[in-house]
């Protein structure tokens, strides 16, 4: 259960995009489409912000989108605001076997 | 509302056993899947185990196969985690959260977590 990759950081200034990739095997982000991403601010639990790839929970701003290209998953952050500034995570289904891994983090710094 | 709230983390010394409990509200417990998610200090997400809705099935990481049990008790509306074995790098907080999604699971709520640390 190797964790999926994710650049360890990432930023830009308000109302410019981010984009943040998460690099895993055809036995979970390739294999299926239910790669998810998460928030996570510091010292709270982490919040859903995208699931089966492009799906947004209510409540999460569209500014937030999310996309997949072969073993690559992305999320992409359009007209970045001073609170999207935080830790973010993908996940992928990974099989009957291994079941859910986690990437390995990505920390967004808006400048 | 949804509430999820998790007890029962503490310091224990390597080798001894702790068991976790997440208690949730407002919502029909029996309807979800639910999973134990852990984070160690300063470090990223680690998935532990999962539950299916009606208990039927349980799957875990690696990492805690054979040492960790999770169940649930519908009467009680509570996940439980029961660690034996622990070791150093089980040291986290650990996360109890529903499965909002049929297929391929999406952690949509999470409790705020509880502290565990394995030292001697």
């Known amino acids: 259960q190797s964790a999926l990759t994710q650049p360890p950081s990432a930023s830009g200034s308000p109302g410019q995009s981010v984009t943040i990739s998460c690099t895993g095997t055809s036995s979970d982000v390739g294999g299926y489409n239910y790669v998810t991403w998460y928030q996570q601010h510091p010292g709270k639990a982490p919040k859903l912000m995208i699931y089966e790839v492009t799906k947004r929970p209510s409540g999460v701003p569209d500014r937030f989108s999310g996309s997949k290209t072969g073993n690559t998953a992305s999320l992409i952050v359009s007209g970045l605001q001073a609170e999207d500034e935080a830790d973010y995570y993908c996940?992928?289904?990974?099989?009957?076997?291994?079941?859910?891994?986690f990437g390995t983090g990505t920390k967004v710094t808006v400048l | 509302q949804v509430q999820l709230v998790e007890s029962g983390g503490g310091a224990v010394q390597p080798g001894t056993s702790l068991r976790l409990s997440c208690a949730a509200s407002g919502f029909i417990f029996t309807n979800y899947g639910m999973h134990w998610v852990r984070q160690a200090p300063g470090k990223g997400l680690e998935w532990v185990a999962a539950i299916w809705y009606d208990g039927s099935k349980q799957l875990y990481a690696d990492s805690v196969k054979g040492r960790f049990t999770i169940s649930r008790d519908s009467s009680r509306s509570t996940l439980f985690l029961q660690m034996d074995n622990l070791r150093g790098e089980d040291t986290a907080i650990y996360y109890c959260a529903r499965d909002d999604c049929s297929g391929g699971s999406c952690l949509a709520k999470w409790g705020r977590g509880t502290l565990v640390t394995v030292s001697s």
């Open positions: 996940a992928s289904y990974a099989g009957s076997n291994n079941f859910y891994v």
